[in-house]
């Protein structure tokens, strides 16, 4: 497997709950409330990962005691960006860490044959060029949808974009950082390998499915 470990924008959040979390979705005995439940739990474990380094300023409050200068979130608001149809099953965490988040979708589907992604829905903030981006999708298997969606993003307008994950297979880390070197990326685990059918090994199967008790 090819070694990411020294790559400053691929991020392996270890958190012993994040990992906890993410085998309860692998075991193939986990329902589909339990499997949705835990990718909103780990996709919050994500969040506050991928939005480590969003900038401040501060703002002169009034505690109950005091005046003082405090530091709270500046600029635009961020905009999530859910590739459809499994982005959604961790979109919801997201927000739940920062509920007044400007929301995107792209819709596109893995062509089954040539495993290239077709682009059949989008609609974004008018002003996402202005806005940090967090585009977000279960699994980064091939790389191929989430780098047709970056291009997207930046056609758009978009200029700061984080990709956040559960899971990867090397061959998705390495698509996405030779197309879009300036996107860090933020995942749980990067897998063994991606098989002929163009699934993540170990993996967890199909999360769209999953997620959303369809096969």
């Given at each position: 497997m090819t070694d990411?470990?020294?790559d400053p924008g691929v991020v392996v959040v270890t958190h012993p709950?994040?990992?906890h979390k993410l085998t309860l979705m692998r075991d193939a005995r986990t329902s589909t409330g339990e499997f949705r439940t835990l990718a909103r739990e780990l996709?919050?474990?994500l969040g506050y990962e991928a939005m480590r380094d969003?900038?401040?300023e501060n703002v002169e409050i009034e505690t109950p005691l005091e005046r003082m200068d405090a530091p709270r979130l500046a600029g635009k608001k961020l905009c999530l960006v859910s590739i459809l149809r499994a982005g959604n099953g961790i979109l919801d965490g997201m927000l739940d860490l920062v509920p007044s988040a400007r929301?995107?979708?792209i819709g596109l589907f893995r062509d089954p044959e040539t495993l290239e992604p077709v682009e059949y829905y989008l609609k974004l903030p008018d002003d996402?060029?202005?806005r940090i981006c967090i585009v977000v999708d279960p699994m980064l298997a091939t790389g191929h949808s989430a780098a047709a969606a970056i291009a997207r993003l930046k056609q758009a307008g978009a200029e700061n974009i984080v990709f956040v994950c559960l899971l990867a297979a090397?061959?998705?880390v390495a698509c996405l950082r030779a197309e879009h070197p300036d996107v860090r990326i933020v995942t749980c685990a990067i897998d063994r390998e991606l098989d002929g059918h163009g699934y993540i090994r170990p993996g967890l199967g199909d999360a769209g499915d999953r997620l959303f008790g369809t096969k």
């Open positions: 990411f470990s020294h709950l994040a990992q996709s919050v474990l969003l900038p401040l929301v995107g979708h996402i060029g202005r090397p061959q998705g």
